[in-house]
């Protein structure tokens, strides 16, 4: 079936610390990919999003490549601010379906000043 | 543009009391979602309305949950009798419909506690 698998957290590091939160999934076709991100006390916001194989998604210094040969949508930062602690969620939409977001489970982000 | 609206932001109520969640989607939308989010369970899909219609509401847990989207400006989601194992937050998300990446946009969700 389609899923989306995701690290588990939570992943904490120190600020300016190099990330990686790494996602892949199971889809038929090939899904579009999204990376949404959870502040404290907030609803989910895009943070960046994918639609075709090594396609990159970019925001905020985050970046993510659409691995067809992997299936990985992996989330990278190359220095982390405190201000980036949230919740990260990856997510996989089908071609033929113009709803059906597969979520992962989500990943906590801690960053430590 | 103001975003998706969702009140009430917090509701506390007893086990067997009815409760109503109510969200106004961005103008222009045409997709709807109710989502759950808990510790145990994550992000759950409740139900998606297109045009107003409920497409998919496999997600509802059981009969006690109902939703309704009597126009394009405003969907309720109502759980009667409500349960304690009902606390969660619950948002609301809206999208312009159509086939491909279509972005959902989060409402700021309300969480709900029942004692």
């Known amino acids: 079936g389609n899923s989306v698998t995701q690290m588990e957290g939570p992943v904490t590091l120190s600020e300016e610390a190099f990330l990686t939160i790494n996602c892949t999934y199971t889809?038929?076709?090939?899904?579009?990919l999204f990376w949404y991100v959870q502040y404290p006390g907030e609803g989910l916001q895009l943070l960046l999003k994918?639609?075709?194989a090594d396609d990159k998604g970019s925001n905020k210094g985050f970046e993510a490549t659409y691995r067809k040969e992997t299936t990985s949508f992996h989330l990278e930062k190359g220095s982390v601010q405190v201000s980036d602690s949230a919740v990260y969620f990856c997510?996989?939409?089908?071609?033929?379906?113009?709803?059906?977001?597969?979520w992962g489970a989500g990943t906590k982000l801690i960053i430590k000043p | 543009d103001a975003g998706v609206i969702q009140s009430p932001r917090h509701e506390v109520t007893e086990m067997g009391q009815e409760v109503t969640l109510r969200c106004k989607p961005i103008s222009g939308h045409n997709s709807l979602f109710w989502y759950r989010q808990t510790m145990m369970r994550g992000l759950e899909l409740l139900i998606y309305f297109n045009n107003n219609v409920p497409i998919d509401d496999s997600g509802m847990p059981e009969d006690r949950f109902s939703a309704k989207m009597p126009n394009a400006s405003f969907s309720t989601l109502k759980i009667q009798p409500s349960e304690p194992r009902d606390s969660a937050v619950y948002f609301c998300?809206?999208?312009?419909?159509?086939?491909?990446?279509?972005?959902?946009?989060f409402g700021p969700g309300t969480r709900l506690t029942v004692l």
């Open positions: 889809a038929t076709g090939y899904p579009s």
């Open positions: 997510g996989a939409q089908r071609r033929d379906s113009n709803y059906q977001l597969i």
């Open positions: 998300a809206s999208s312009f419909g159509g086939i491909g990446a279509d972005t959902q946009y």
């Open positions: 994918a639609t075709k």
